[in-house]
């Protein structure tokens, strides 16, 4: 999984720019060679940075009947909101380690160890959330019903932290009224402790959902960073 940040997008700009300052009449053997293919693949044209996904979500277009807590018993401040086809809000983020059992994920590793997550795979097995960076969503309520958004098993997401960008899908529904939840792999991603005891962050988290997709196989990183990428860039451009 490749994580977007505004420094690597900066200096992959200076070496193209400073490739094509170079002069036409540059004498045979001055001029550089072209960046090996690797590099391409690191910075692709398709690709979207933090900054340019938060300046899209900066304001809210409330849809959620009231807000959410990001705690049991915490105030309830955070609302989800909607804009371009996509649904966000902005949170904590609390370790969802659910799911398949592994040597990070288990009941010896999480107090709250569920073996199963509310989505599966393709293979009918529960997703697991060391592999996979996936978001979790609440639970339908009055509140807000990710149903009526658009929303499903497996819609593409976005995840933002510390000018990073990870993109994943959602894997798992929580409580009903409390937001702000990934897996594992997704922490992980983003340089957060994904310690399901002890990690997660206290704030600064932007969750992008995009509304009516779909990634397939719903287990696939690789996938998930395709459709992800697409969606970003339409978000960014406005449609």
Same mark, same amino acid.
């Given at each position: $999984? ?9 200096? @992959?700009?200076?070496? $193209? &720019? ?16 072209? +960046? ?7 910075? +692709? ?8 996904? &938060?300046?899209? @979500? ?17 105030? #309830? ?10 649904? %966000? !809000?902005?949170?904590? $983020? ?20 569920? +073996?199963?997550?509310? %989505? ?9 959330? #060391? ?8 639970? +339908? ?5 990710? !149903?009526?958004? /658009?929303?499903?098993? /497996? *819609? #593409? ?13 959602? =894997?798992?529904? /929580?409580? *009903? =009224? ?37 990634? *397939?196989?719903?287990? *696939? ?14 978000? @960014?451009?406005?449609?």
């Amino acid at each position: $999984m490749r994580i977007r940040s505004i420094a690597l997008i900066v200096a @992959v700009g200076s070496v $193209m &720019l400073g490739t094509a300052a170079l002069p036409a009449a540059a004498k045979p053997g001055s001029v550089p060679p072209p +960046p090996a293919p690797d590099l391409y693949r690191t910075a +692709p044209a398709a690709g979207v940075d933090a900054a340019e996904l &938060l300046a899209e @979500v900066e304001h809210c277009t409330k849809i959620s009947k009231g807000d959410y807590s990001t705690d049991r018993g915490g105030p #309830a401040n955070i609302p989800v909101c909607e804009h371009e086809g996509a649904v %966000f !809000w902005k949170a904590d $983020m609390d370790i969802d380690c659910d799911g398949r059992r592994s040597t990070r994920c288990n009941s010896g590793t999480d107090p709250s160890f569920q +073996p199963a997550t509310a %989505f599966t795979g393709s293979d009918g097995r529960y997703l697991d959330a #060391a592999e996979l960076p996936f978001v979790v969503v609440p639970g +339908p309520s009055p509140v807000w019903n990710y !149903w009526a958004s /658009g929303i499903r098993g /497996g *819609s #593409a997401a976005a995840i933002i932290h510390d000018g990073k960008v990870v993109y994943g899908v959602v =894997g798992d529904t /929580g409580p *009903s =009224g409390i937001i702000g939840e990934a897996s594992y792999a997704a922490a992980e991603a983003l340089g957060i402790d994904p310690d399901p005891a002890r990690g997660g962050v206290a704030s600064g988290v932007t969750y992008i959902v995009f509304k009516d997709s779909k990634v *397939s196989p719903i287990e *696939s990183r690789a996938a998930a960073e395709k459709l992800g990428e697409e969606l970003a860039r339409r978000f @960014v451009d406005g449609g």
